[in-house]
């Protein structure tokens, strides 16, 4: 079973967009804090929305700042960037 659940708070507003297929995507990055004093850290999940979840009132509470419940589906995705680096994304639709 891949369910991964998680709090945290918004980086940034959500962003929408709509596929050539039509179909709405909904992204946004959430940081959730790690550890406690000098060993604090925290990571950066990106998570989506597709299809109706992302087509209806939900995206205008999303928001940079606003805290947020997460539970959906763990992917990670290995990618090579601009500088042909290899980089790691952790995602959650």
Do not use: H
């Amino acid at each position: 079973m891949n369910n991964y659940n998680f709090t945290g708070r918004l980086g940034q507003d959500c962003e929408k967009r709509v596929t050539q297929g039509g179909m709405t995507i909904a992204s946004f990055s959430v940081a959730v804090d790690y550890g406690y004093g000098d060993n604090k850290g925290t990571n950066w999940i990106r998570c989506s929305l597709f299809g109706k979840r992302a087509e209806g009132q939900l995206p205008q509470y999303l928001v940079k700042g606003a805290q947020v419940a997460i539970s959906g589906e763990l992917k990670v995705r290995e990618y090579d960037d601009k500088e042909g680096n290899k980089r790691t994304s952790v995602e959650v639709s």
